[in-house]
């Protein structure tokens, strides 16, 4: 499932790389066993390009070609909107984003996830986003449920993308492109990244 807007836009400037950081709060839980066989993993099907550093530690990523689209993902983790100043540069060179939230998320959580994002895009005006929607089946490399604390004794709700897409913020986001979708698997992922790289060449 997706849900997705496009507004009428300037076409940006082409480049060789394609500069995408990957952030959001399921990058620690839903996501990370997807994430590692996406980049690393032996069934993954994207085919590594190249490695880059990265200026000081910040920015450093794997490149992959999709659909004819050098991507640089450049993986973050932790809570990037706390010390911004540290990341302005980087942020202000992106070419898109990828926001990865769990699907199955609290109320608080939705509004930590919208705070921190709604802070990284308030850098940049009018580059593509996905958000994944990651579920926690088949993702963690154990296999296994997140255990209790006291955080998600709240109420954990499996969001639909519209609802993510309106928690988030993002149906307000007129001069932006962007798409949410469930992320089951990594052909899930890979097409969410066909649209990321047909908005990014256009």
């Known amino acids: ?3 997705f807007q496009t507004p009428t836009r300037v076409r940006g400037t082409k480049v060789d790389i394609y500069r995408i950081p990957i952030f959001g709060q399921g990058m620690e839980s839903s996501a990370s066993g997807l994430l590692y066989r996406l980049m690393w993993g032996r069934e993954s099907p994207l085919f590594v390009t190249g490695l880059y550093p990265g200026v000081d530690g910040i920015g450093s990523g794997v490149g992959f070609k999709v659909n004819n689209t050098s991507l640089n993902l450049a993986a973050i983790y932790g809570d990037c909107s706390g010390d911004l100043a540290q990341w302005r540069d ?5 070419n898109g984003f990828i926001y990865v939230v769990d699907k199955l998320i609290s109320d608080s959580q939705l509004l930590r996830a919208k705070a921190e994002l709604s802070a990284v895009l308030n850098i940049t005006e009018g580059v593509p986003l ?5 579920g926690v089946d088949g993702f963690r490399e154990d296999n296994e449920l997140p255990q209790p604390t006291q955080e998600n004794l709240e109420v954990l709700i499996e969001r639909s993308p519209s609802q993510i897409a309106e928690n988030l913020g993002l149906v307000n986001l007129l001069s932006r492109r962007w798409c949410v979708r469930f992320a089951e698997s990594l052909p ?6 066909e649209w990321l790289s047909s908005e990014l060449s256009s």
């Open 90 to 94: 980087f942020f202000e060179a992106a």
């Open 188 to 193: 899930d992922i890979c097409k969410g990244l």
């Open 130 to 134: 996905v958000v994944f929607a990651c």
């Open 1 to 3: 499932m997706m849900m």
